[in-house]
């Protein structure tokens, strides 16, 4: 179990996360889900250890969650010009035995002699991808994954991501595409007004999208009434 209690954080004085206290069940995937802005991405940065926060705790089986427990492919990355993509790779330890890069660079369709600087998004989204499989860590952390990618790496990524919770990995995935969610997830949790109000099971997936963009549509429709 990853228990978190009392979790908050803010940027200079804007509340970002405010005593957010929720249980995750461990060898499942956990869908986040919530407007922009709503601190996804701040909340699975101190879940992978790149920010502190300012209060609370987060323990993984009763201990304190360890930064080299957790696999993190976040959404934008930075990349050193003139490194190929094999010179990348090369950065990150090996401790997934099965691990096969040009394999996985096949799939992708990903070439590993060219340099990274002139990769599109979706390749650069899909070596990250490949970065972390080469890691045999115990959560995946995947921050808006499906973006810039195509249809066929889109569920190339899926079977992955199905895979690896074969194998009892916990993955964690935010995307505003909340379609594929509803394919691969055991749960989804609603992030809204800086903590979680909601989890959902697989039966009631259908009515997560209602709840998660009522309050947008009814800004949304206000706004545009008086200008269409």
């Known amino acids: 179990m990853i228990q978190i209690n009392d979790l908050s954080f803010s940027y200079n004085e804007k509340v970002v996360l405010n005593n957010v206290k929720i249980s995750f069940e461990v060898n499942l995937i956990h869908g986040i889900v919530g407007l922009n802005g709503c601190g996804k991405t701040t909340f699975f940065n101190i879940l992978s250890g790149f920010l502190s926060q300012e209060k609370g705790t987060i323990d993984l089986n009763g201990q304190k969650i360890k930064k080299n427990d ?3 492919i976040d959404a934008e990355s930075f990349f050193y010009p003139k490194l190929t993509g094999m010179e990348f790779l090369s950065v990150f330890p090996k401790t997934n035995m099965n691990y096969n890069e040009f394999e996985l660079a096949k799939i992708f369709d ?15 989204k899909k070596i990250l991808i490949i970065s972390q499989l080469k ?6 952390i995947l921050d808006e994954p499906f973006n810039g990618l195509d ?3 889109n569920k190339t990524l899926q079977i992955i991501i199905e895979l690896l919770n074969n194998k009892n990995k916990t993955i964690f995935i935010a995307s505003h595409i909340i379609e594929p969610l509803y394919k691969i997830c055991h749960k989804i949790h609603h992030l809204k007004n800086s903590t ?3 989890s959902y099971a697989t039966e009631n997936f259908n009515t997560i999208e209602a709840e998660v963009f009522v309050d947008f549509n009814e800004q949304l429709k206000s706004t545009l009434s008086n200008s269409i």
């Open 70 to 72: 957790i696999a993190y």
């Open 110 to 124: 990903l070439p590993l002699n060219e340099f990274t600087d002139s990769y599109s998004t979706g390749m650069k």
């Open 135 to 140: 890691q045999d860590k115990k959560i995946f």
């Open 151 to 153: 249809i066929e790496s």
């Open 196 to 198: 979680f109000i909601k």
